[in-house]
């Protein structure tokens, strides 16, 4: 009998003298979308038309996901794939349950849509209770998973604040020690292989250091890179924003693009919400941001002030970038809630969004997530049109144009959601047909 295995399952027995032949990667390859935050339905995966997968359609489902303590708190907001190329899943939120049963808080695995009782994170622990959650969530080649977000302590221990590294199963990686950053402060996590580096953005709370930043840390000790010295990000008093601090930043070759709610880096004014640092963290004058106006509140928005939000940034194949947030003009006309840039910071303008993203939900956020694919951008917002078109749960998919590709069947009423909600493109690959 010969047994035919596809990634190490059987997918078919013949009677044949061969003991095993492996076929792994034969198939078909599918582009699929994982959600967190404003799902186009209940499952958190779908492809890239916003179909139910077979294979995760139904079996990572949002609804599955609870908080015993605070059951309409229940939030995902975070979703990461390792490879991009593999069917490994993290989603993070506030949630102790999945389907029923208590697992602990904060960071849940996933393994061919199935839910991975062997990877246990125990869990985080809140201040204020109801406001605890993973933001954010990558891992590095050896699968370490480093999570940021919200909690003041981690299966008891205090030192661990707004920062976590876990072991490939779960286990806190005592070896790195705690790096504290101050709970909610937002931001994100990379990691930098070549240098071997963890770099953070938050507010970093070490000893007579309590300010918000990037910061650069060995990944593997924790120790921190006092070479890279990031200079304060503010926010000067004539400016309505809704907070100060980096919610985004890129890393191209050894330079950081950074992108949130400051008008001024270390008393540069015209830092406006866009900067380039080198890798001392000194601004990089060859790039100066574009002139924002506020957005233009409209009497379908539940916001009676006009503001900022700067949320999301991109560096796409061509080496643009794409950064999405709310506000209503770029360089002097109409970018609402997105634009691309050139690496001077000039705007390109042969990406042309028409009126726009519009009417806001009651999140904020804006734009929150845009993803490159096949010469596509996929944007996830809490906006409810993009260019006076209905956009489903607040997704879109856009060309190279601006022009949109799909509006995922919006209808009116059909609104953005969540506070922050994250996406990711990665590919599972069919069985081949036809196997004897």
Known sequence: MRKIYYNNTIVNDAFMGLD??????????????????????????????????????????????NRTSFPSNTEVWAVHSPSGSDSVLYYGGTFNEYDGVNYGGGVYKFVNGVFDTN??????????????????????????VYAKGSFNGWNGDTSYQGFIKLNENGSVNTAMGAIPFFTGSGGNVIIDEINNELIIAGKYNSGSINRRGIWKFDKDSGER??????????????????????????????SIFALGQFDDYGGNSEANFIVKLDDSGSLDTSFVAPPFTQYDNQPADPFNTTYYVFKSIMLDSNDKLMIGGVWENCSGSSSSGIARLNQNGSRDTTFDVGNGFRELTTEADGVNNILEYNNQYFCSTTFTKYDNTFIGKGNVLLD?????????????????????????????????????
């Open 119 to 144: 990877f246990a994170p125990g869990s985080g622990s809140g201040a204020p209770e109801y406001a605890y959650g993973i933001t954010s969530i990558t891992t590095d080649s050896t699968g370490s």
């Open 400 to 436: 190279q144009t601006g022009s949109i590709v799909n509006n995922y069947g919006g209808t009116p009423g059909d609104l953005g959601r969540s506070d922050s909600p994250s996406a990711t493109i990665f590919q599972r690959e069919t069985p081949p047909t036809n196997l004897i």
């Open 225 to 254: 890179n006092t070479m890279f010295e990031t200079e304060a990000f503010t926010t000067s008093s004539n400016t309505t924003i809704v907070d100060n601090g980096v919610n985004d930043f890129i890393l191209s070759g050894s």
């Open 20 to 65: 095993r032949v492996d076929i792994t990667n034969k198939g078909a390859t599918i582009n699929l979308l994982a959600l967190a935050g404003n799902p186009l339905s209940s499952s958190l995966v779908v492809d890239i038309d916003g179909n139910l997968d077979e294979v995760y359609g139904t079996s990572i489902d949002q609804s599955k996901f």
